[in-house]
């Protein structure tokens, strides 16, 4: 007879004695079951022990907690938090150095339970670590050349025990000191430092920068680039993932004036982290991160990926000033870049104001700025009025005017010799270009929380949007041509060119010239091609035999891609635990019984390499359970989370399991993929319908190479709209030949 729901059958642990096994009724109080199992093993004063899990984690078992209990855990009897907390903290306090480490290093393990740490802060423990970081270190700092490793140690166990204490959100990042500040970043500025220690130390300088407007500042003026550098050119990728982490954290806090700065009043390798344009636009930080990160012979792993992705997402949203800016039209400077653009290209001085009649001259300007390819002819100012690309397209027109002066004069004197309907507008081209590739590369909008979509190649150059754009309309030209377009083609061209250089992306081309190279092999008469070929690969048959026909096999094609859900689901996923603090490394793993009966969970220690056994997953739940899916912005964790619920892209990867009545289990998938195989693969669980955009997809992939397949053997032969007429009855049926 199987037990009481509320009944869980477990074994309890207790140092030198023989496991028990007892059955827990989750309706008494907890209290009750401590006192119970204390008094089984003689045990006096209840009230000072408490229940753990009994894996790595070591969680201790709460009111809160407890209906994670499983039948078949593990359970330890343990002293209780608050007991630990207070034994911990006179411990670490210790005159022995090896008793002072060894209490440090069990602090860095238990600080991981909020159950524990909430108890140790209410002893003030976090202001006790920050005075240990402060001073309490100096008394061993005599001693470290003679006990380095165990200095390091010690150090490294205090900061771990500080950032898993401070990861829990329980105190504010605000309270801390310039001293204790101060010290975290002469960790970091020290040139040779204990790697644990490096580590923990730029991952609390990124925590305060990201959670303290007021620490943004102080830490700002303790970190210098030149200081940063060495960590990057060091082979420990961890660490120069933390650096560059720090460097963005910064970036993104940096007050909008600070991010803009003047180029010749910053001194590069002693300049705060503030002036962070300028930083960011220098050869030796840009050059240092592509020869030791990017080309390293490390493979990039997905934690720098995401890093990289960042700090290029904040480099280009340094353009969105100029992006969002409209030109004055009464502006004279910024006027006289117009002239300075038909200067180069036609190659003529600035008139005096006597040469030639006001009327002359005007017409002159007029007919230059139509060749120029502006729309409006009499004052081209006004074009640059639209947001965006507002003033980036301007800067975009000067850089390449400047910087490749022959292909800009030949590209605008090729169009202003063509008759006029088949000339390319350089100026309306340049606008809508610097339009399309804001749109592309997303500029102005937040780094998303889970992508990894950096590309090398725009850590190959200082100015790698303005040479982006000056490959590109040189590309905008060659295809105008190839498709021997008109003024009214315009949007048709543009179309293909972006699917030009959305292709030519894909590839995740190494340098510029790799990518102008790519460029060069998808013409106008490949993108055709292409076209053409995913047409075929695509196409549906309206004719009513192959409906017909569609219709009888998508059922098997659904169910085919139905047990392909599941077989996935079977497989497991491991997912990111996201809190305030991005990168905590803290994973967990699900995946459904082979029955698919079961859905298996539970946490982990690190990444894993492979498939995660089912029986190393403490947590069970039953798939007759499961009420319903839930997905986006509607998931509990999502409303619980207001940082989360602003990233967009951590909506759209959001969906939680309602079981029992209140109970959710919530996930944020890796990326869009996973996402859709497991709602597609719960949904089939409870016999819903697939419906995520990677179905459809798989769904029209699989139709069309079925369709092809059964109708191979008719090709080239015209498959009627209607079956032919049934024949008529023969008069006699003397041809049959009975065989009896």
């Known amino acids: 007879m199987p037990p009481p729901a509320d009944t869980v059958k477990v074994a309890i642990e207790w140092p030198g004695a023989f496991p028990k096994l007892m059955e827990i009724d989750q309706k008494k109080p907890l209290s009750a079951i401590i006192k119970e199992v204390c008094e089984g093993w003689s045990l006096g004063n209840h009230e000072n022990f408490a229940l753990q899990i009994a894996d790595a984690t070591n969680f201790y078992i709460t009111e809160k907690n407890r209906n994670d209990i ?211 636009a220098q050869k030796q930080l840009r050059s240092i991160i592509l020869s030791n990160v990017i080309r390293s012979s490390t493979p990039i792993n997905d934690e720098m990926a995401h890093q990289l992705y960042v700090l290029q997402v904040l480099t280009f949203n340094l353009l969105e000033d100029r992006m969002m800016t409209k030109m004055d039209p009464q502006d004279q400077a910024q006027r006289d870049i117009i002239f300075e653009l038909r200067r180069i290209a036609f190659d003529v001085e600035c008139e005096p104001n006597n040469s030639g009649s006001i009327e ?81 590369l997303k500029v102005g909008e937040l780094p998303s929380e889970n992508c990894h979509d950096f590309h090398p190649m725009f850590f190959t150059h200082d100015r790698s949007f303005e040479e982006f754009f000056c490959i590109c309309i040189q590309l905008l030209n060659k295809t105008w041509k190839e498709m021997r377009a008109t003024s009214e083609d315009f949007n048709k061209v543009m179309q293909v060119v972006r699917e030009q250089i959305m292709r030519a992306l894909t590839l995740k081309p190494n340098s510029l010239d790799q990518f102008k190279s790519r460029l060069q092999n998808l013409s106008y008469t490949e993108i055709l091609k292409i076209r053409q070929s995913e047409r075929m690969n695509q196409e549906d048959f309206q004719s009513r035999p192959i409906l017909e026909l569609r219709e009888k096999i998508q059922p098997e094609i659904m169910e085919l891609i139905k047990q392909q859900r599941l077989n996935r689901l079977c497989d497991g996923t491991c997912f990111r635990k996201i809190s305030s603090r991005r990168r905590q490394d803290k994973f967990w793993y699900c995946r459904l019984s082979p029955n698919h009966k079961v859905l298996h969970y539970g946490d982990l220690e690190e990444s894993p390499q492979g498939e995660v056994p089912h029986d190393s997953l403490q947590d069970k739940l039953p798939v007759a359970d499961i009420k319903a899916v839930i997905t986006g912005k509607d998931c509990p964790h999502m409303k619980e989370k207001g940082a989360l619920k602003q990233n967009k892209e951590v909506l759209e990867l959001a969906f939680s399991v309602l079981y029992e009545s209140d109970e959710y289990l919530n996930f944020i998938a890796p990326d869009k993929h996973e996402y859709c195989v497991w709602t597609d693969g719960l949904n089939a669980l409870l016999g819903k319908e697939m419906t995520s955009d990677y179905t459809k997809s798989d769904m029209d992939t699989l139709l069309s190479m079925e369709m092809k397949l059964r109708l191979l053997d008719l090709e080239n032969i015209q498959i009627p709209e209607a079956p032919p007429p049934i024949p008529k009855e023969p008069s006699n049926y003397d041809f049959v030949y009975d065989c009896n």
């Open 70 to 280: 499983k039948n078949g855990s593990i359970l330890r009897l343990t002293t209780s938090p608050y007991q630990t907390a207070i034994q911990l903290h006179e411990r670490i306090q210790s005159s022995s150095m090896d008793a002072k480490l060894e209490s440090l290093k069990d602090l860095a393990n238990a600080s991981r339970d909020i159950t524990f740490a909430q108890e140790f802060i209410n002893l003030d423990g976090i202001s006790l670590l920050t005075l240990m970081v402060e001073s309490g270190t100096e008394r061993y700092q005599k001693l470290q050349k003679i006990m380095k490793p165990c200095f390091g140690d010690l150090l490294s166990f205090t900061l771990t025990a500080f950032v898993e204490l401070m990861d829990h959100g329980i105190v504010s990042w605000d309270t801390f000191s310039v001293a204790f500040i101060k010290k975290i970043a002469s960790y970091v500025n020290k040139s040779a430092m204990d790697t644990a220690v490096l580590q923990r130390s730029l991952a609390i300088l990124e925590s305060m920068v990201l959670n303290s407007q007021d620490l943004y500042h102080k830490v700002a003026q303790e970190i210098t680039i030149g200081q940063l550098i060495p960590h990057l050119q060091g082979t420990d990728q961890d660490i120069q993932t933390y650096t560059i982490a720090v460097i963005n954290a910064l970036f993104l806090k940096a007050p909008e004036e600070k991010r803009q700065v003047d180029e010749h009043i910053v001194d590069i390798l002693n300049c705060p982290l503030t002036e962070m344009a300028h930083i960011l």
């Open 360 to 440: 002359k001259r005007k017409s002159m300007y007029t007919r230059d700025y139509k060749k120029l390819g502006f729309i409006n002819h009499v004052n081209p100012a006004v074009d640059f009025t639209q947001i965006p690309p507002g003033m980036l397209a301007l800067d975009n027109m000067l850089y390449f005017a400047r910087h490749h002066q022959d292909a800009y004069i030949r590209i605008v004197l090729e169009n202003s010799s063509r008759e006029d309907k088949h000339e390319c507008p350089f100026g309306r081209s340049s606008i809508e270009l610097t339009k399309m590739l804001c749109e592309i």
